[in-house]
């Protein structure tokens, strides 16, 4: 790599294709990763479930005698209420008209609402939207009845459809992008190599990364109201919307975001104002006017702060290891930062143009080595970070390819082994050619290295972007339950007069956890064929007194074979499905087995 100075290129050559394959890099930049965040966002952005519901009163599918007084809800974490946050509606869909949300006895991850004394008879549909700690909404609704169940069609499904999360997901992406051109392309430009300061290309991109990073902030802020209350996106405006956001911690996370980016934009105008003083020369360009170290110092401080505005507002700083986990995953996010933004930086100013040129050019030592080593420490960070980020997110190894998080960890483990492997050449050839000042390195090989750094470059957007949609899924660790499986022999005092007589039932409970379920029942007789029963129903029982059985429904899928694909489990815990299986007219075995609901 090289910088056309007039030291090393007295003649400098105009080169038409330089600005074409310049812009062509960008917009591939650019367009992989807002292409990856699109495409991944809309395959799995159903998956926006961080904090759990543990119970609700009246729990799904209950009937009551008479009206409940409220309805309640409590959660695995701190919740933030809106005033849409909890909804009645009626069997014909119509909303009924309830007192506002409010934490129950003050206590932060409870939801609770006054429900009306003169309730008719029927069935009621609970709709609830929050916005967990890790500021991500959650929502889902559950159905009551009174005095008996009748026929309803209001929706349990509640969301803001596709336009609000996937402009959400878009301004986190773009300010994901922006961190790693400001903050890489600074660091590089600022610290590893000086002289660059003087390139007008590198200013433009780290200038570019701020303005993308202001700009995907604001987005993700204005979008933050709707998103949560489950409005459309033309109240991004609306007073109350805002106030809400205000007052949330990703919204104060944001605002701190902004400051913190115009700070550092300072600090970076003040370094290339100084540096860039004096004579026009190589040696006066790498030198130029000292900056001040209090200044350098300052940078320092907001490049710390400005990446631990993520984890702060992120799974980071839920769950297990939080102490650990939120500097983790501010080191892991500011690596990838200098690595990639240094590397698209470098790229432009002088991998891109050496590349073009059909001579043989002198190398630029020291930029080239110096990033080198820089990306190899970036490296490791990324490596140990990752890994130790990953074992707490995903737990099992169940989970990672059990989950939707998981399988996208694994794309991602993917995409950084190719990044790796393309690192390395580059390695390799700065071993080379990388360590003799005043080396002439054949253009041949000098294009080869752009390609490379190229598909680097592409690849590493597609990582960072496939960071932001794992930000917006489901951690495994709290998605993944598998199946429960278990085998009951049949009560050896049954004398059923079937094949069943010292047989087995075989059940299979999928996923096992709080939510829509499906069980697969086998009557097995001691031959491992399947027996056909006269009829088989089953029923729900949970430890807590409160709650009564809860019917299952069971349909016949083929002799033998008994599916119930709408089990509910409304909160998780322990649990007993007992099954009564009719064998003959006069003859039924009850057989029951216990599981724990995550």
């Known amino acids: 790599m090289h910088v056309l100075t007039d030291k090393f290129h007295p003649a400098r050559r105009s080169d038409h294709r330089g600005p074409a394959l310049r812009i062509l890099l960008i917009a591939a930049f650019v367009v992989s990763g807002l292409a990856v965040e699109l495409t991944f966002g809309a395959m799995f952005r159903p998956a926006y479930a961080h904090a759990e519901l543990l119970e609700s009163s009246p729990v799904d599918n209950a009937v009551a005698d008479s009206p409940p007084r409220q309805a309640w809800l409590r959660f695995n974490e701190a919740v933030t209420l809106t005033p849409q946050s909890i909804q009645l509606l009626d069997s014909s869909g119509d909303r009924v008209e309830i007192g506002a949300p409010e934490h129950a006895a003050g206590k932060a991850n409870t939801a609770a609402a006054a429900l009306p004394a003169g309730l008719r008879r029927g069935t009621y549909t609970v709709a609830w939207r929050v916005l967990s700690a890790d500021s991500h909404v959650i929502s889902g609704a559950f159905r009551f009845s009174v005095g008996e169940p009748s026929v309803s069609v209001a929706s349990t499904e509640r969301g803001t459809g596709a336009v609000t999360p996937t402009v959400h997901a878009v301004g986190r992406g773009l300010a994901f992008l922006g961190l790693a051109l400001a903050l890489g392309g600074a660091v590089l430009l600022g610290v590893v190599w000086p002289a660059g300061v003087r390139e007008r290309r590198g200013r433009l991109i780290v200038w570019a990364g701020f303005a993308a990073l202001g700009l995907g902030t604001v987005v993700v802020f204005l979008a933050q109201g709707p998103y949560t209350t489950g409005e459309a996106l033309t109240t991004v405006f609306d007073p109350g919307v805002l106030r809400l956001t205000f007052g949330t911690r990703i919204g104060q996370a944001l605002l701190a975001r902004l400051e913190i980016a115009f700070a550092l934009a300072v600090v970076f105008a003040i370094v290339v104002r100084r540096r860039g003083r004096g004579d026009t020369g190589a040696g006066a360009a790498a030198r130029g006017t000292p900056v001040p170290a209090a200044v350098l110092v300052v940078g320092a401080m907001c490049c710390v702060a400005l990446v631990s505005t993520w984890p702060l507002t992120d799974h980071a700083h839920i769950g297990p290891q939080a102490w650990l986990a939120v500097p983790v995953t501010g080191l892991h996010l500011l690596a990838i930062s200098l690595w990639l933004g240094g590397l698209v930086t470098l790229t432009a100013c002088v991998v891109g143009p050496a590349a073009g040129r059909s001579e043989r050019v002198p190398l630029l030592e020291p930029a080239l080595p110096r990033f080198s080593g820089l990306a190899q420490v970036c490296f490791t960070v990324i490596a140990a970070t990752g890994l130790y980020l990953s074992w707490r997110q995903v737990g099992t190894l169940g989970a990672l390819v059990g989950t939707e998080y998981g399988r996208l960890l694994l794309v991602k483990f993917g995409v950084v082994l190719v990044i790796v492997a393309l690192a390395a050449q580059g390695r390799r050839f700065v071993r080379r050619h990388g360590r003799r000042s005043g080396e002439t390195v054949p253009a041949a090989a000098l294009r080869r290295l752009?390609?490379?750094?190229?598909?680097?470059?592409?690849?590493?957007?597609?990582?960072?972007?496939?960071?932001?949609?794992?930000?917006?899924?489901?951690?495994?660790?709290?998605?993944?339950?598998?199946?429960?499986?278990?085998?009951?022999?049949?009560?050896?005092?049954?004398?059923?007069?079937?094949?069943?007589?010292?047989?087995?039932v075989e059940v299979e409970l999928t996923p096992a956890k709080q939510g829509p379920n499906v069980a697969d029942i086998y009557l097995v007789a001691k031959d491992d064929s399947l027996v056909n029963v006269p009829e088989i129903s089953g029923r729900l029982e949970s430890g807590d007194k409160n709650i009564g059985s809860l019917p299952v429904k069971l349909s016949a899928a083929e002799p033998g074979h008994y599916v119930a694909s709408a089990i509910s489990i409304p909160y998780p815990g322990p649990w007993t499905l007992r099954l009564d299986i009719r064998t003959s007219e006069f003859n039924e075995v009850p057989v029951h087995f216990s599981f724990t609901a995550r």
């Open 450 to 504: 752009r390609r490379s750094v190229a598909a680097e470059v592409i690849l590493g957007v597609g990582a960072l972007s496939l960071t932001t949609v794992l930000v917006n899924t489901a951690p495994a660790r709290t998605a993944y339950a598998p199946p429960v499986r278990a085998k009951v022999a049949i009560p050896a005092t049954a004398r059923t007069n079937t094949g069943l007589d010292g047989g087995r």
